[in-house]
């Protein structure tokens, strides 16, 4: 679990990053701090679905999860900056950060 908590972390901290490069109009910087960003969030979600198969309960919505990552990658298809920092900050953000506060 300690791995779980940890990549939570780090993907907090990217995510971060990566909203605040895109409301600045950093363009370049976030999208460099984006894939960064979607690298951690393919590991959280492998962390979770493979605790899951051990049998080792998670306190992680798994399907909102990929869902918000499913529009948060609608978003970047429509190059909508805004939509997809919103759906980082607000949906993702807030799903980990509720999660990390119960994993030990």
């Known amino acids: 679990m300690s791995d779980l908590h940890q990549i939570i972390a780090d993907t907090l901290q990217s995510l971060a990053m990566t909203t605040t490069s895109f409301y600045q109009n950093k363009l370049g910087e976030g999208y460099v701090n984006l894939e960064k960003t979607l690298i951690l969030l393919d590991g959280v ?18 399907t909102r999860l990929v869902a918000s990552c499913t529009e948060a990658m609608n978003a970047l298809e429509m190059k909508d900056i805004l939509l997809l920092s919103d759906i ?17």
């Open 45 to 62: 979600i492998s962390i979770i679905s493979s605790l899951k198969v051990q049998g080792q309960e998670i306190n992680i919505d798994e």
């Open 88 to 104: 980082l900050e607000y949906e993702i953000k807030d799903l980990l950060e509720t999660s990390l506060a119960t994993i030990e």
